[in-house]
């Protein structure tokens, strides 16, 4: 049994899986495979991540869990199709998409092959952006129909973190009074997680991390334009890893309000809401270990989200436009760039590449006297690798839409899954050129202008 399955029948349950028809490998992360010391041939990676046959012997099994969906608490949700069927190297390896589960609420406890494509590449993408998350190691296809709203096929992808544990997991139990079951998921936690935490205060300083992790993580999705779409709190991990992609996007055209999920028609989880989303979901979090911290330490712990965000932002902000010293100019310079862009639908990726090379932004008037007070600030700084510096943190690729609905075109239509491939390689080095490979930075073309996501997947 692995760690988890070993807290017992409180937290989840043994599964069966369901294993696809006439499964086949798509893909899988030689990085990652290599990283968690993996020596499986691919037909046993393929049948591990079918379910077909158990990793290590081991039993799978489906946790029990609760949650905020979009500011609504609903008290019983679990993993409806996805299941942890083992561990390695202090990882948890989980299944999307292999079958129903006590959790699936009458669904299918499957996944389509569109979505599980957008999970496996964004996985990539974020792990090339050093954005923490869950990572993918393998994606796999199949013959089994699944029904949305059209007839599509199954898909798989097993997931990768140490812990798959969400906030609604503690929101489950304290939301039963089961104080007894909240404290140990936290001491669980804290033993296999945060394990350098000793302290007097140790539940404090567990959620200290878990406040700096989560605000260093949304600092980082504001930084590269990230949208997550479904900031649900049963989509918020426990160590701060964007978890459960789904309708997320990343900002092309530069708009703070950018909406990436058509379902959110308030806007509750725009671009611009990330960071204050964030604070409301971690007070919910502290809200539910109420029992094991008081108010005044709740309302410290919960202080101190805002300062790191920001710092984190700032800094990684500056790095972005080069800049290694402060000056009290700085913040106002970065926002007139970014309202200009704004103004003028600059893409937002592009713009950053594009600012170590200025030659490219001379061409454009309404930049001018912005590039002007730049040069100016770039000036006092005596760096001679500062483009360098810039080409490291302002990646020239991105999980575009486009480039996504492209690579799931071809492996719907025509069974090919080289785009899959290639798009892996380059948002897994997003910062590299990759001479000969332009075309996949490009801004979305006029075909694909009007795409819109499904939130069904
Ligand atoms: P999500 O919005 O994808 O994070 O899903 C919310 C909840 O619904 C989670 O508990 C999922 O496990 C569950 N769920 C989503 N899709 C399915 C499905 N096709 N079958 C079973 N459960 C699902
Ligand atoms: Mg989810």
């Keep these: ?20 028809d006439q499964a086949f490998l798509i893909h899988k992360n030689i990085d990652l495979y290599n990283q968690l010391g993996l020596t499986l041939s691919d037909a046993k990676l393929l049948k591990i991540t079918n379910g077909e046959i158990k990793f290590n012997n081991t039993t799978p099994v489906a946790s029990i869990y609760a949650g905020h969906q979009f500011g609504y608490f609903n008290p019983q949700l679990g993993d409806g199709r996805s299941c942890l069927v083992g561990q390695i190297n202090n990882h948890e390896l989980s299944l999307k998409g292999a079958g129903s589960t006590p959790y699936s609420r009458h669904a299918d406890g499957r996944a389509v092959l569109r979505s599980s494509i957008r999970e496996y590449l964004c996985s990539a993408a974020m792990q090339g952006l050093n954005i923490a ?30 812990t798959h544990i969400r906030f609604g997991h503690f929101e489950l139990f304290a939301s039963r009074g089961q104080t007894v079951q909240v404290k140990q998921l936290a001491d669980f936690v804290i033993e296999h997680h945060f394990p350098d935490l000793k302290g007097a205060d140790i539940y404090v300083d567990w959620l200290t991390q878990v406040v700096k992790r989560t605000a260093v993580m949304i600092a980082s999705w504001q930084a590269q334009g ?6 649900n709190t049963d989509n918020m991990s426990i160590l701060g890893l964007t978890i459960d992609y789904g309708p997320f996007g990343f900002l092309e055209a530069y708009n703070t309000q950018f909406i990436c999920n058509h379902s959110d028609h308030e806007g509750r989880y725009a671009f611009d809401q ?30 101190t989200y805002e300062q790191e965000l920001i710092k984190t932002y700032s800094s990684l902000m500056r790095q972005k ?25 600059k893409d937002y990726t592009n713009s950053f590449r594009n600012l170590s090379n200025l030659n490219e932004f001379a061409k454009d008037d309404s930049f001018s006297s912005w590039i002007e007070r730049y040069h100016k600030r770039i000036s006092q700084e005596d760096i001679s690798n500062r483009a360098e510096l810039m080409n490291a943190i302002n990646p020239k690729f991105i999980l575009r839409n486009y480039l996504a609905e492209e ?42 202008q009007g795409l819109s996501v499904s939130c069904s997947s």
């Design 1 to 20: 049994m692995f760690d988890f399955a070993k807290l017992g029948s409180d937290f989840s349950t043994p599964i069966s899986t369901q294993p696809l």
């Design 133 to 162: 998350t869950t990572q993918a190691l393998s994606l796999i296809g199949s013959q089994t129909p699944v029904h949305r709203e059209q007839l599509e096929k199954g898909a798989i992808v097993m997931r990768v973190a140490p």
């Design 226 to 231: 990230f949208a997550h779409g479904v900031m």
């Design 274 to 303: 990330q960071p204050g989303i964030g604070l409301w979901n971690l007070t919910r979090l502290l809200e539910a270990l109420s029992s094991l911290i008081n108010a005044k330490q709740t309302k410290n712990i919960l202080k």
């Design 321 to 345: 436009f080069g800049l290694t010293q402060k000056d009290e100019g700085d913040h106002q310079l970065i926002n007139q760039f970014l309202n200009l862009l704004q103004a003028h639908k």
């Design 407 to 448: 690579a799931i075109r071809q492996a719907q239509d025509q069974q090919k899954y080289s785009k899959i491939s290639t798009l892996f390689d380059l948002l897994s080095a997003p910062f590299d050129e990759h001479i000969g490979f332009e075309k996949y930075a490009q801004k979305t073309p006029k075909w694909a």
